[in-house]
């Protein structure tokens, strides 16, 4: 198949699917006589199978690291390889949910202390603007 049938079978982009090819991640089977670059079954394979770690959290850069190791080293197995990787998600997983729970703990804390400002209708004054009147009032 082409480059494009194997984009539409998979749904990833021509541009990331040649960016795999490019990088060792999937392979090619040849070129076509108009050049076009084909792949088989394989492909589509190592296409999911890339989805299935990126949707783990596993950075391309990671996927293809492990890829390297594992392809350079056939006594080594790839179980524990990617278990560290899978590790290594959840803890930046970890990392960006705690990230986000202080982003919505600041709202929260916002939103209390600007309750009557925020449901006044016109235009918000906050207290220590300069376009506001004295101790947050509005501007006579």
Partial sequence: MTIGELSHRTGVPIKTLREYTDTG???TVGRSPANY????ADALWCVHWIGE???LGLTVAEIRASTRECLGRADRSVGPHLAEL???SRERARWRITEQQQILARIDAFEAD???DLARAGDLRWAGDPRAGTAGEPPA
């Fill in 114 to 116: 600007h309750r009557a």
């Fill in 37 to 40: 670059r084909l792949y088989d």
């Fill in 53 to 55: 770690l990126r949707g």
């Fill in 25 to 27: 991640l999937i392979y």
């Fill in 86 to 88: 899978l590790h290594r």
